[in-house]
Nanobody, 120 residues
């Protein structure tokens, strides 16, 4: 089993910044892509950003030029630097990982989520 634990959420004023972290632990053979999703009250979960094992990135249009995803493969950790935060960024942020077992089986793991609230 692989566990993902997010940290770094909190309350920030509009225009502020936060950095989220997500560390994977447990029986890790290989981590392929990692990503950040978010879910606002009453809305569906949406992909915010993703990063491949080789660090190719992709972003939702709503966060391009404001958010930056990165990863440290040695630490099995993915980060999300969020700048110029706006109230509409308020949501629970979840990280996920596309994993591969030693036998080649691919499966996904999700973190428990961290709350980000942007408000004055």
């Amino acid at each position: 089993q692989v566990q993902l634990v997010e940290s770094g959420g909190g309350l920030v004023q509009p225009g502020g910044s936060l950095r989220l972290s997500c560390a994977a632990s447990g029986s890790i053979w290989r981590i392929n892509a990692m990503g950040w999703h978010r879910q606002a009250p009453g809305k569906a979960r949406e992909l915010v950003a993703s990063i491949t094992e080789g660090s190719s990135t992709d972003y939702a249009d709503s966060v391009k030029d404001r958010f930056t995803i990165s990863r440290d493969n040695a630490k099995n950790t993915v980060y999300l630097q969020m700048n110029s935060l706006q109230p509409e960024d308020t949501a629970i942020y979840f990280c996920n990982a596309d994993l591969q077992s030693a036998l080649g089986r691919r499966y996904a793991s999700w973190g428990q989520g961290t709350q980000v609230t942007v408000s004055s």
